[in-house]
Antibody, heavy 119, light 107 residues
């Protein structure tokens, strides 16, 4: 069974750094792109970026380029999303998602990680 | 960046009736369009990919159509579990982009 299990909810202060994770299981982690999707409170879905764990090829949406870093450790089948300096506007639910091989729709989603940034 | 626009923002439908959701892309995306359903407190779920192919386990009362820039998701005979928010997403050009969502609510 394919599963993406994300790390737990985080509460951080503005200016702090944070790294959240997404662990894949039940499939070949290095053979599928992983995407990160943001959902701000009460709002829609936004693609932040994608990574191919097999070779760490990474692409960012222009809106998120320079704002976050996406990485992966294929030895432990885990993808990461990190911030170096959080802002209140980073408060959101963050989903990781597996992109179906050969095309790019999401066939599996993680359960989401809620990040709250507040002083 | 391709802008994806969904209409209407909210659709009020009685159980058993048909719902028709629209999705328009600002430039052609061929058939590289997916539909997702999201219920409160849950992650989205894939419904349709390739504009018209139902994902595994999706009932036949849901159907997708269209290509190029105009797409439609039709839900025949709405059931209680169909009341949710629906998003379309293009995956033809990076960055992939979602529509803003259509909320299907009980009339």
């Amino acid at each position: 069974e394919v599963q993406l299990v994300q790390s737990g909810a985080e509460v951080e202060k503005p200016g702090e750094s944070l790294k959240i994770s997404c662990k894949g299981s039940g499939y070949s982690f290095t053979s599928y792109w992983i995407g990160w999707v943001r959902q701000m409170p009460g709002k829609g879905l936004e693609y932040m970026g994608i990574i191919y764990p097999g070779d760490s090829d990474t692409r960012y949406s222009p809106s998120f380029q320079g704002q976050v870093t996406i990485s992966a450790d294929k030895s432990i089948s885990t993808a990461y999303l990190q911030w170096s300096s959080l802002k209140a506007s980073d408060t959101a639910m963050y989903y990781c998602a597996r992109l179906y091989s050969g095309t790019y729709y999401v066939d599996y989603w993680g359960q989401g990680t809620l990040v709250t940034v507040s002083s | 960046e391709i802008v994806v626009t969904q209409s209407p923002a909210t659709l009020s439908v009685s159980p058993g009736e048909r719902a028709t959701l629209s999705c328009r892309a600002s430039q052609t995306v061929s058939s590289n369009l997916a539909w997702y359903q999201q219920k409160p407190g849950q992650a989205p779920r894939l419904l349709i990919y390739g504009a018209s192919t139902r994902a595994t386990g999706i009932p036949a009362r849901l159907s997708g159509s269209g290509s190029g820039t105009e797409f439609t998701l039709t839900i025949r005979s709405l059931q209680s579990e169909d009341f949710a928010v629906y998003y379309c997403q293009q995956y033809n050009n990076w960055p992939w982009t979602f529509g803003q969502g259509t909320k299907v609510e009980i009339k």
